[in-house]
C-alpha cells in the first residue's frame, strides 16, 4: 500500500482522466477487512450463478414451462414484468438463440457496509469506472491487480468466435454516456498496448452492411457496449446490431437482455412464490450469502388485490397490507424504504429516482408512492428496505493539502471481469460520501479511492 503526499496528490489530479472531476481526495486507500475481502470473493462465482439463474427464470417464464423440477408450478407472470414497457424488437432479441447464455462482460453491484453486515442494492452490468479505479489503483498500491488484463481476458472470452483476442473490437460511447469517453479511449489505448485491436466510437459513427459492422473501413467483431438498452431511440443502431448479432456477424457486450438490467430481479428474488426456484438453482453458500447481503425488495404493481387477500410487503402499524397505498399510513419509522425505478428508464440510474420514505415529509412519501404506482410499468418501480450505512472515518486532504479526518458512510463497488461461467474479482472503487447524505454516489464532496488488503 502507498499513501500519497500532497504533491503526489496535486500531480495525480491533473491526470487526463482525472481532468475537470471536483470530488475529494485521500492520501490512504480504503483497507479491506478479511471479512470483506472473503464475501467479495465469494460474490464473485455467486454473481455468475445469480445471472444464470435469472436467463432461467426468465426463459422460462416466457415458454410457460414449470420453473421447478418436480412440481407443476408456472410463473408467466415472471416474463410480463421484465418484458412491461420494452420494444418488441428488443423482447424478440433477448428471446434469440444468439444470445442464449451470454453474460456482460463485467459485473459490479454496489454493495454498503451496514451495521453488521453489507447491503447489495443493486446490480449494474454497464459500469463506468473500470479506467478509473485502474488508474487509482495504481497510483495507490504497488500490488495493484490488473483491472486492464482482466477486462481484456473478459472481452476475448466474448469474442471467441472471431479468435478472441484477435478479434476487431470496438467500445462505442453513446452521447448520454460522453463523459466515460476519456476513460474508454484510455482503456482501449491500454488495450492495444497488450496487441488487442480495439478502438473507441460513437454508435452513430458506426457503418452498417448487410456484413457486418464496420469503422473506418475495418471490420467489427465485438461491440463493447456503453448505453442503456432504454435510450434505443436514440441510439437507433440496436436494432441493426441485433440483427447481426442474430445472423451470427457480431457480438455485443454486454449482450442487449433487458432482463440483465432490472432492479426488479432483486424483487423476484425475494418474492415469496419463488423461494423454490432460488434453492434448486443456488448452491446452498450464494443462496446464504445473497439472503445476508439483499435487502428485502417488492415490485410496486398497482394491480388490484382481493378483498380476502393481503399483498407481500412491509407491514404498516403491524397489519398486512391491502393495497400499496396503505403504505402512506406507515409512520416515519416504517418508512424506513426506498422507492427506485426498476430499469429501462432515464430515471433508473445515478440515484435519480430514489427517494427514502424516512428522510421525506408524509406528503412527499405519498406523492412519491403514488407517481411509482401511476407510472407502471414504464418505469416498473420496486421497493426495498433500507439499511442505512455505517458512519466511519477516513482521512481527506483539504483544499489547502493539509490531512484531516472526515466521517462519511461507504458505497463499495468490485468489479468483476466474466468470462464463460467464471469471474474474476480484480479492483474495487469506494465512494466515501459525507455522513448526513443518505444516497451514496458520485459527489463533489465525496472522495474516491481505490481498495486494498487490510
Known amino acids: ?5 500532497a504533491e503526489e496528490w496535486t500531480r495525480l489530479r491533473d491526470n487526463p482522466l482525472f481532468a475537470g472531476k471536483t470530488w475529494k481526495w485521500s492520501p490512504e486507500a480504503w483497507s479491506l477487512l478479511p471479512e470483506s475481502r472473503e464475501m467479495l470473493t465469494s460474490l464473485a462465482p455467486a454473481a455468475v450463478s445469480f445471472y444464470r439463474a435469472i436467463e432461467r427464470l426468465y426463459l422460462k417464464s416466457k415458454g410457460n414451462d414449470k420453473i421447478l423440477r418436480n412440481e407443476e408450478f408456472f410463473a408467466p407472470w415472471v416474463a410480463e ?3 412491461a414497457g420494452k420494444p418488441d424488437w428488443l423482447v424478440n432479441h433477448a428471446n434469440s438463440k444468439a444470445v442464449s447464455d451470454l453474460l456482460p462482460a463485467v459485473l459490479r453491484p454496489d454493495l454498503l457496509p451496514v451495521s453488521g453486515g453489507t447491503a447489495l442494492t443493486e446490480w449494474d452490468s454497464v459500469p463506468g469506472g473500470i479506467g478509473v479505479t485502474a488508474q487509482l489503483g495504481s497510483a495507490y498500491m504497488e500490488d495493484a491487480p490488473s483491472m486492464i488484463d482482466a477486462f481484456g481476458e473478459a472481452l476475448a472470452h466474448a469474442a471467441s468466435q472471431f479468435g478472441g483476442q484477435q478479434a476487431n473490437m470496438l467500445i462505442a460511447v453513446s452521447e448520454e454516456s460522453e463523459t466515460y469517453r ?3 479511449e484510455w482503456l482501449a489505448d491500454e488495450l ?3 496487441a488487442f485491436s480495439i478502438g473507441v466510437a460513437d454508435p452513430g459513427e458506426l457503418e452498417i452492411t448487410v456484413e457486418g459492422v464496420f469503422n473506418n473501413g475495418k471490420k467489427v467483431d465485438l461491440v463493447y457496449r456503453f448505453w442503456e438498452l432504454f435510450d434505443w431511440e436514440n441510439v437507433p443502431v440496436m436494432k441493426d446490431l441485433a440483427r447481426l448479432v442474430e445472423d451470427g456477424k457480431l457480438v455485443v457486450t454486454p449482450p442487449m437482455k433487458h432482463f440483465q438490467e432490472e432492479k426488479l430481479s432483486l424483487a423476484l428474488f425475494w418474492h415469496h412464490r419463488l423461494q423454490g426456484f432460488w434453492e434448486e438453482n443456488l448452491n446452498r453458500d450464494e443462496l446464504e450469502l445473497l439472503r445476508s447481503i439483499i435487502p428485502k425488495t417488492w415490485i410496486l404493481d398497482p394491480a388490484p388485490v382481493p378483498p380476502g387477500a393481503t ?4 407491514p404498516v402499524q403491524g397489519k398486512p397490507l391491502g393495497e ?3 403504505l402512506t399510513k406507515a409512520s416515519k419509522k416504517e418508512r424506513v424504504l426506498v422507492i427506485k425505478a426498476s430499469g429501462f428508464h432515464e430515471t433508473a440510474w445515478g440515484a435519480r429516482s430514489v427517494i427514502v420514505g424516512a428522510d421525506v415529509s408524509s406528503e412527499q412519501w405519498t406523492s412519491a408512492l403514488s407517481s411509482a404506482l401511476d407510472s407502471f410499468p414504464q418505469p416498473l418501480s420496486v421497493l426495498q428496505e433500507f439499511r442505512k ?3 466511519l472515518e477516513h482521512p481527506v486532504f483539504t483544499d489547502e493539502g493539509e490531512v484531516e479526518p472526515m466521517a462519511g458512510r461507504l458505497r463499495l463497488s468490485p468489479y468483476f471481469f466474466v468470462s464463460g461461467d467464471q469471474a474474476k ?5 469506494a465512494t466515501f460520501c459525507p455522513a448526513d447524505k443518505k444516497i451514496i454516489h458520485g459527489m463533489k464532496d465525496g472522495a474516491l479511492m481505490p481498495c486494498g488488503a487490510y
Open 81 to 83: 414484468y421484465y418484458d
Open 1 to 5: 500500500m502507498v499513501s500519497l503526499s
Open 324 to 326: 400499496w397505498m396503505e
Open 389 to 391: 450505512p455505517a458512519r
Open 311 to 314: 399483498m407481500d410487503g412491509p
Open 425 to 429: 474479482w480484480s479492483g474495487t472503487l
Open 192 to 194: 492495444t498496448g497488450r
Open 182 to 184: 476519456p476513460e474508454m
